[in-house]
């Protein structure tokens, strides 16, 4: 047995623990770029709870709250243009997967400059980049607890991650109680992805025992939280598993990446815009189900995770928890088209190639094109 396992990531995790992000942001700098969406964050009180909080801390604050879903590479530089212009040396993300994403993206643009694109696709590497407090808002993305930041080319409209140590956010503050105010339906999709990520890094090639421990477990914790939660939103101790679930699912991806769902889906997302979870939900029977001979034996351990008895009926148990959380959108639903399929298949093996290979059945460019078109 051989492996190697290396994440820093500072984790303060509790209720009520976003009391702390003051003190935690003053630890790292003087002044912070404050990055958020448009609307959650203030609805909710929590951007006015944080400016207060950092004040009291002694670190001064410019915001910037233009984040929106699916995270644009342009919205990264303008993030960056307004760091540098105001001298802010730490970065704290409020939000869902898309703020923390953009935020650690704009910390990287901020002392690398040029054309993000090129770390994206390794032309270029730096392990440079602006500490980042990252503080979520939903539980699904796990960005809080990886060095990924997954963004979309408006230009080639290519989604793709930016992979990089120095992006780990050097606090990740995750408090269950900020999650309450999430709609059932975006529970349903940030709670499947979560799941999703366990699942993914479980079944991926570059798996090893430390990840697949974790996976196993943030998957269980997952399945058994998000259903609960979807019928009673005040059950506290299933908020909290699902938020560890989802941390999980963020940190064994860091090592054993994403396999085929996950890259079939970015250029669902990329494409159309439409909610990531969803895309999961559209496309996971059908890219499981096609998948099953090349590890039974781990899928007979996710389908009795899931209330199934092996590999058989995993599917089946996959089905009926997303017909718990009324997660049952097809593509089609989701605004793909025919003519769409072969794009999305010459996308997925651009974009996708390593999840794609990472999967424990590797499919041919017909494959992935009829599981595009199954889905639909």
Known sequence: MEFQYYLPVNLVFGRGKSNLIGEKAAQLGKRALLVTGGRSTKESGLLKKTEELLNQSGVSWVLFDKVTPNPLTTTIYEGAKLATEERCDLVVALGGGSSLDAAKGIAFQT????????????????????????????????????????????????????????????????????????????????????????????????????????ALQGARLAAESLPRLYQNAQDLESWDQLCLASTLGGMVIHTAGVTALHGMEHPVSGLKNVVHGKGLAALAPYVYGASMKGE?????????????????????????????????????????????????????????????????????????????????
């Open 111 to 214: 002392l690398n400059g040029g054309d993000i694109n090129d770390y994206i696709y390794g032309r270029k590497s730096s392990d440079k980049a602006l500490p980042i407090v990252a503080v979520p808002t939903t539980c699904g993305t796990g960005s809080e607890g990886n060095g990924f930041a997954v963004m979309t080319n408006p230009d080639t409209l290519d989604k793709k991650s930016l992979r990089c140590g120095a992006i780990v956010p050097a606090c990740s503050i995750l408090d269950p109680l900020l999650m309450m105010t999430m709609p059932k339906t975006v529970l349903a999709s940030v709670g499947f992805d979560a799941l999703c990520h366990n699942m993914d890094a479980y079944l991926s090639a570059i798996a090893q025992p430390l990840t697949d421990q974790m």
């Open 296 to 376: 039974p034996d781990k899928f007979s351990h996710l389908s009795k995770i899931l209330g199934g008895k092996d590999e058989h009926d995993f599917t089946d148990q996959l089905n009926k928890l997303q017909k718990e959380i009324q997660l049952i959108e097809t593509l089609g639903d989701l605004g793909v088209k025919e003519n769409d399929l072969d794009w999305l298949t010459e996308n997925c093996l651009k974009v996708s190639a390593k999840s794609m290979e990472n999967h424990p059945v590797v499919f041919s460019t017909q494959e992935i094109r009829n599981l595009y078109k199954h889905a639909l």
